[in-house]
């Protein structure tokens, strides 16, 4: 059974960093695409940036491009997020995601993440201006 869990959520300020961290436990995902989505209140949960299998190809969302890194550890099981230059609107509950399809074919119309296969249970950040 796989198990992601977040961690490296908090309270920033604006223009501030953080770095979460995505440990999976369980079977290796080091053949999996992993993903962070993100869900502000009152809004539908959103893809923020994902990572293919091997961490060669990465995808964006615009609102984050310049200011966001994915990579991964596969010999860890841990995917990280580095957020850099945070913004009020970036506060959100971060949710790290695994696809057994270790592509990022159709990853920016995955929506609020249909065909992911497993979740993390969250991670909260909180930028205020």
């Known amino acids: 059974q796989v198990q992601l869990v977040e961690s490296g959520g908090g309270l920033v300020q604006a223009g501030g960093s953080l770095r979460l961290s995505c440990a999976a436990s369980?079977?290796?995902?080091?053949?999996?695409?992993m993903l962070w989505f993100r869900q502000a209140p009152g809004r539908e949960r959103e893809i923020v940036t994902a990572?293919?299998?091997?961490?060669?190809?990465?995808y964006y969302a615009d609102s984050v491009k310049g200011r966001f890194t994915i990579s991964r550890d596969n010999a860890k099981n841990t995917v990280y997020l580095q957020m850099n230059s945070l913004k009020s609107e970036d506060t959100a509950v971060y949710y790290c995601a695994a696809r057994s399809d270790g592509s990022l074919v159709g990853v920016a119309h995955i929506g609020a993440g249909s065909g992911v296969d497993y979740w993390g249970k969250g991670t909260l950040v909180t930028v205020s201006s």
């Open positions: 369980g079977p290796s995902l080091s053949s999996y695409a």
């Open positions: 990572i293919n299998w091997s961490g060669r190809f990465t």
